[in-house]
T-cell receptor, first 110, second 120 residues
Framework: RKEVEQDPGPFNVPEGATVAFNCTYS??????FFWYRQDCRKEPKLLMS???SGNEDGRFTAQLNRASQYISLLIRDSKLSDSATYLC???????????FGTGTQLKVEL | NAGVMQNPRHLVRRRGQEARLRCSPM?????VYWYRQLPEEGLKFMVY????????ESGMPKERFSAEFPKEGPSILRIQQVVRGDSAAYFC??????????????????FGPGTRLTVT
């Protein structure tokens, strides 16, 4: 079983749609959680940290369920510029290393 | 305020040559991480360094790969006697890192643009 699992997609959605990504992680000792986005052949860029109480940043909302070891990302009012691969990321190893999911590809279309 | 810098951005080596990848962390960051992304795969942790110390190298291949972060200068990832399977994007990240009691935000890692290594 992979340490961090995501649906690879692709998710093809029209502009303005709401889309949700899910992620599960296997290590119950994981400490911190993040969503990164990666554009084709570029570096991953931090989108947002995920807090236990859930958190929102503009059109983006992240949720964490420690009991189920489940993380989600909701994107409202999708823009063309949101097209990218979204990486679910978990901090493990005593805070030393990030473990990445393989990513969910999002394509926002006109 | 410059971000994480990596060079070269693209590196071509023939089988058996050495590859040296350099990373300068963000200003104020003292912790460096190296990750590798093979074609069509996710990023995999390789090594975590602080100045003059390797803290966690659990993701490093046992042979041919080494990393350092000297007191002065950038962090270096060195690959000796490269093989075709080493072709990948190598990303460096840095973080400020504070004691474990810190909030999640203190563990955020910021990535450089990567070095794309091609072994011919």
């Amino acid at each position: 079983r992979k340490e961090v699992e995501q649906d690879p997609g692709p998710f093809n959605v029209p502009e303005g749609a709401t889309v949700a990504f899910n992620c599960t992680y296997s290590n119950s000792a994981s400490q911190s959680f993040f969503w990164y986005r990666q554009d084709c052949r570029k570096e991953p860029k931090l989108l947002m940290s995920v807090y236990s109480s859930g958190n929102e940043d503009g059109r983006f909302t992240a949720q964490l369920n420690r009991a189920s070891q489940y993380i989600s990302l909701l994107i409202r009012d999708s823009k063309l510029s949101d097209s990218a691969t979204y990486l679910c990321v978990v901090l493990t190893g005593g805070g030393n290393k990030l473990t990445f999911g393989t990513g969910t590809q999002l394509k926002v279309e006109l | 305020n410059a971000g994480v810098m990596q060079n070269p951005r693209h590196l071509v080596r023939r089988r058996g040559q050495e590859a040296r990848l350099r990373c300068s962390p963000m200003k104020g960051h003292s912790h460096v991480y190296w990750y590798r992304q093979l074609p069509e795969e996710g990023l995999k942790f390789m090594v975590y360094l602080q100045k003059e110390n390797i803290i966690d190298e659990s993701g490093m291949p046992k042979e041919r790969f080494s990393a350092e972060f000297p007191k002065e200068g950038p962090s270096i990832l060195r690959i000796q006697q490269v093989v075709r399977g080493d072709s990948a994007a190598y990303f460096c990240a840095s973080s400020p890192r504070l004691p474990p009691s810190g909030a999640a935000i203190l563990y955020e890692q910021y990535f450089g643009p990567g070095t794309r290594l091609t072994v011919t």
